[in-house]
């Protein structure tokens, strides 16, 4: 293994759960979304993507990595629910939850009284915290002057 990490293949998949598919695996990029073309009939968006994921070489073993994910509502009127925050511990692989260090605005459609919710993922569960809370207060701000503008 590498000392910046593991190898990253190219897979070239389609399909969820039960349907999910793996029709071949690539070392390089380029070759992949070449064979990602001809798979899909030359449409760039078609059943098949390309997909990265970590090669560790045989001995090697993958480590698990642990960080906080903090989530906020932003209420239609402005105001803020903070939700809990909840370590994740997970293998490399599991794209599940945001990465550490985003934060992602999510728009809250058809949640009644709720304009966005809010995540924010790092290994510190104050920094989690404090850039779910910053994200929700700015948009929360944002939302309020729009009101007022109308």
Not at 54 to 82: F, I, Q
Not at 101 to 121: F, K, L, Q, S
């Given at each position: 293994?590498?000392a910046d990490?593991?190898?990253?293949?190219?897979?070239?998949a389609?399909?969820?759960?039960?349907?999910?598919?793996?029709?071949?695996?690539?070392?390089?990029e380029?070759?992949?979304?070449?064979?990602k073309a001809?798979?899909?009939?030359?449409?760039?968006y078609?059943e098949y993507?390309?997909e990265?994921?970590p090669?560790?070489?045989?001995?090697?073993?993958p480590?698990?990595?642990?960080w906080y994910?903090?989530?906020?509502?932003v209420k239609?009127d402005g105001?803020?629910?903070?939700e809990?925050t909840v370590?994740?511990?997970q293998?490399?692989?599991?794209f599940r939850h945001p990465?550490?260090?985003?934060?992602?605005?999510?728009p809250?459609h058809?949640i009644?009284?709720?304009?966005?919710?809010?995540t924010a993922a790092h290994?510190?569960?104050?920094?989690?915290e404090?850039?779910?809370?910053d994200?929700a207060?700015k948009l929360?701000a944002e939302l309020i002057?729009k009101?007022?503008?109308?």
């Amino acid at each position: 293994m590498e000392a910046d990490g593991p190898k990253t293949l190219y897979a070239l998949a389609k399909g969820e759960y039960s349907d999910y598919q793996v029709l071949a695996v690539f070392d390089d990029e380029k070759t992949a979304d070449e064979i990602k073309a001809l798979a899909n009939g030359g449409e760039r968006y078609g059943e098949y993507d390309v997909e990265e994921m970590p090669y560790y070489e045989y001995g090697t073993k993958p480590k698990r990595s642990s960080w906080y994910v903090s989530a906020v509502k932003v209420k239609t009127d402005g105001s803020l629910d903070h939700e809990d925050t909840v370590l994740l511990t997970q293998w490399p692989w599991d794209f599940r939850h945001p990465e550490p260090g985003n934060t992602v605005a999510h728009p809250n459609h058809g949640i009644r009284d709720v304009e966005y919710r809010v995540t924010a993922a790092h290994p510190k569960k104050s920094m989690a915290e404090k850039r779910a809370s910053d994200k929700a207060a700015k948009l929360a701000a944002e939302l309020i002057e729009k009101k007022e503008e109308d």
